[in-house]
């Protein structure tokens, strides 16, 4: 692997990565096994939908003949969003038993035959050069070492066409809540990776890799929610019913988006960002 210049190396196992997502993927449900794991199931059906949602908003309403790449695809949250939505999509993941999960809900969804799985890195992606409309790398970063991270990026790069388009989530690492749940430094021995990846270091590889960068969504109300205010809600013994409507009005909050942006800058935890290739300069004829 190629180091982008004053990204730092980590030690990193990517197969200890892949049979701790495997193992994690048996132990529980799979939302629960993909985002926050030990978190109650309404805060991560409302994470899904609000991740869902907003990428669908961003994208054209149709993706027919277009080909996407789903880049730590899980259990396939995003990418059968994506063949439902037209696209051809190739669904890359290092663990073994996630591509299982992810193929079974992909037939169950009626959308087995749009979508191929490859296990592999993802920073070393067998495809072509400039082959892919959409790019996303949805929950992924914050669980890749820095090194790991950029070539990951500088790969989605490669990938996509000059027209196409690169999705990836990042953490807000302005919200003081949300560090104090990203405490590792390093791989732990099963496997386990996980860091704050802010919009400042995603700007700095953009750079680095020719591309531009939009901030296209937050979530202000489900940072709220889960970091700032369920430890003071489960002190209240709420039924799952009552929990569900303040998670359901979280998520019609984020829709709407109407914090203003120093609200959303404190309160997110998460960020969906769109990338695109920088466009080529033209010279005047002379």
Not at 140 to 164: C, Q
Not at 218 to 230: C, K
């Amino acid at each position: 692997m190629a180091r982008i210049a004053g990204t730092r190396k980590t030690p990193y196992n990517p197969a200890a990565a892949g049979r701790f997502w495997s193992q994690r993927l048996q132990s529980t449900d799979p939302l629960s096994a993909v985002l926050s794991y030990g978190a109650p199931k309404e805060l991560n059906r409302l994470y899904d939908q609000w991740e869902r949602e907003a990428l669908a908003r961003v994208l054209p309403t149709s993706l027919r003949r277009k080909r996407a790449l789903d880049i730590g695809a899980g259990i396939g949250r995003i990418s059968i969003l994506l063949a439902k939505m037209g696209a051809d999509v190739t669904s890359v993941d290092i663990s073994h038993e996630m591509l299982r999960r992810l193929t079974r809900r992909a037939r169950t969804a009626n959308v087995g035959r749009r979508i191929t799985v490859v296990q592999e890195s993802s920073h070393e992606i067998p495809l072509s050069n400039t082959s892919c409309d959409i790019v996303t790398c949805l929950g992924l970063l914050e669980h890749l070492p820095d090194d790991v991270r950029a070539a990951t990026i500088k790969e989605a790069a490669r990938l996509v066409k000059r027209s196409g388009r690169i999705y990836v989530v990042v953490n807000n690492i302005d919200n003081p809540f949300l560090s104090r749940n990203y405490p590792l430094k390093r791989q732990r021995p099963d496997g386990y990776f996980v860091s704050l990846v802010g919009l400042d270091w995603l700007r700095s590889i953009c750079r680095k890799c020719g591309l531009v960068l939009t901030v296209r969504a937050a979530n202000p109300w489900y940072g709220l929610v889960h970091y700032h205010l369920y430890p003071y809600l489960k002190e209240l013994v709420l039924s799952p019913q009552e929990f569900k409507q303040i998670c359901s009005l979280a998520l019609r909050l984020d829709t709407e988006d109407v914090l203003p942006p120093h609200a959303r800058r404190l309160f997110a935890s998460h960020f969906l960002v769109e990338l695109r290739p920088r466009p080529r300069r033209t010279h005047p004829a002379r």
